[in-house]
């Protein structure tokens, strides 16, 4: 499957520059223009890394990076500026950008801090392939629970709900962050879906659902997952 990159820039010979040298090294890329466009369809497609330009309309990339982290996600994000002071450097950094890369730009660096950044997500994410929460051991890969000598089958959406929490163990998490991450900023269900789907995912984790160690609901809030820390 192949990785699949979300590019935001308002300069469309960029645009275009970055999008071609990117599908010619084998990604799916998807594109905006503008800062509001861009949140949209970071929410909508999933992107596994994020090329954003800071100066666009609408919303600017500081901003939509916040906006970004704000609901907990993790992918990876790549800024681009004109602006060469240290100061809006060490702010898109501060406000969870992964690394910038500086206008004018060559293609080969922006490729090769590209392929970086992917690399250490697809390590980071490997950590989490197989992990055992208690007694249960989770297949993130086969889509599986084992608990004892039953095997659980996981759905995609309960393995990208578990794997979201897992992401985020010891947080609590808000529903409203939950369901942006896990079901998309244009979904139109309820809070409910979520707390159905932690009862599916704690039948197949807890000793007894009816009283979790594991997967906590925070009152007022939402749900954590505890794990002991490494």
């Known amino acids: 499957m192949r990785e699949r990159i979300l590019v935001i820039e ?3 010979l960029i645009l275009d520059g970055i999008c071609r040298n990117l599908s010619y090294e084998g990604y799916e890329v998807i594109s905006a223009t503008d800062g509001e466009s861009g949140l949209k369809k970071a929410a909508e497609c999933s992107p596994d890394l994020i090329i954003l330009d800071i100066m666009l309309p609408k919303l600017d990339g500081f901003h939509l990076c916040k906006a970004l982290k704000r609901t907990g ?11 060469t002071s240290e100061d809006d ?21 922006l490729m090769a801090r590209v392929e970086a950044l992917l690399r250490r997500k697809r390590r980071y994410e490997q950590k989490f392939e197989r992990l055992k929460i208690g007694d249960a ?6 889509l599986t629970i084992k608990k004892g000598k039953r095997i ?13 929490l897992v992401q985020n163990a010891n947080r609590a998490l808000d529903r409203n962050t939950i369901l942006n991450n896990v079901w998309g900023y244009n979904y139109s269900g309820t809070a409910r ?9 704690r039948g197949k984790i807890e000793d007894d659902s009816e009283n979790p160690k594991y997967i906590e ?14």
């Open 10 to 12: 308002d300069d469309l």
């Open 73 to 83: 996600s993790d992918v990876p994000i790549l800024m681009l500026t004109a602006r």
């Open 89 to 109: 450097r060490v702010k898109g950094l501060k406000i969870g950008a992964d690394d910038y890369v500086t206008k004018p730009f060559s293609l080969r660096e």
């Open 137 to 142: 051991e989770v297949d993130f890969d086969a």
């Open 152 to 164: 659980y089958k996981l759905s995609a959406r309960e393995a990208k709900l578990l794997r979201f």
């Open 193 to 201: 879906t979520i707390d159905n789907f932690i009862t599916r995912l």
């Open 217 to 230: 609901t925070v009152f007022g809030i939402g749900y954590r997952l505890l794990l002991p820390s490494e």
